[in-house]
């Protein structure tokens, strides 16, 4: 399984960005969720947003109500819209896919948001 994630930048406040991550490689039943995480310098990469191959989402608190994750299966990728960015919001987001017990991670997509 090979992820290409896309979509980061740089943004101001109360900014937009929407990430992308598309899944290539042995995409089937065993695939059991996606997820975006993210690592600012400095901290342990954390999960930022999740969602079950059932559509089932869950989010950090931290970006609930500001992101939203979604996938479009037709096409195997993996969307992060995030809307009113703050500076926090900074670091390099990564996907991830969950088939089975592996998780493969894609390459990151920097993320920063000014002030």
């Known amino acids: 399984v090979q992820l290409q994630a896309s979509g980061g930048g740089l943004v101001q406040a109360g900014g937009s960005l929407r990430l992308s991550c598309t899944a290539s490689?042995?995409?089937?039943?065993?695939?059991?969720?996606m997820a975006w995480y993210r690592q600012a310098p400095g901290n342990e990469r954390e999960l930022v947003a999740s969602?079950?191959?059932?559509?089932?989402?869950n989010y950090a608190d931290l970006v609930k109500g500001r992101f939203t994750i979604s996938r479009d299966n037709g096409k195997n990728t993996l969307y992060l819209q995030m809307i009113s960015l703050r500076p926090e919001d900074t670091a390099v987001y990564y996907c991830?896919?969950?088939?089975?017990?592996?998780?493969?991670w894609g390459q990151g997509t920097q993320v920063t948001v000014s002030s």
């Open positions: 991830n896919l969950l088939r089975g017990r592996t998780a493969y």
């Open positions: 490689g042995i995409i089937d039943s065993l695939v059991r969720s």
């Open positions: 969602i079950t191959m059932g559509g089932s989402a």
